[in-house]
Nanobody
Framework: VQLQASGGGLVQPGGSLRLSCAAS????????MGWFRQAPGEEREFVAG???????????DYAGSVKGRFTVSRDNAKNTVYLRMNSLQPEDTAVHYC????????????WGQGTLVTVSS
């Protein structure tokens, strides 16, 4: 299994970015797919994700710090998860990692390589 993340970069405060993560080596419609981030000197933290609930039902989860600004979505036909980030602030600066899990964001089965998001004027 490989997860290929893209879309990071430098953006000014208040700006937007969209991250993408394409998974390969399997079928992921019955997996949870989402995003974590790690700022310099900090521990990796959960950002947002889509949780499989059976059949074609998915729930979304957000960290409190990004709720209302970020939107997570997925395209199962493309095995891809997205993170739309609006109203970015300097505290959002971090390496963002996509993740695939089953049943709990505390136990991630696969990690992507990370893409850096820098919010600075």
């Amino acid at each position: 299994v490989q997860l290929q993340a893209s879309g990071g970069g430098l953006v000014q405060p208040g700006g937007s970015l969209r991250l993408s993560c394409a998974a390969s080596g399997g079928t992921f419609s019955s997996y949870d797919m989402g995003w974590f981030r790690q700022a310099p000197g900090e521990e990796r933290e959960f950002v947002a994700g889509t949780r499989w609930s059976g059949g074609s039902v998915y729930y979304v989860d957000y960290a409190g710090s990004v709720k209302g600004r970020f939107t997570v979505s997925r395209d199962n036909a493309k095995n891809t998860v997205y993170l739309r980030m609006n109203s970015l602030q300097p505290e959002d600066t971090a390496v963002h990692y996509c993740a695939v899990a089953r049943g709990s964001w505390g136990t991630v089965d696969y990690w992507g390589q990370g893409t850096l998001v820098t919010v600075s004027s």
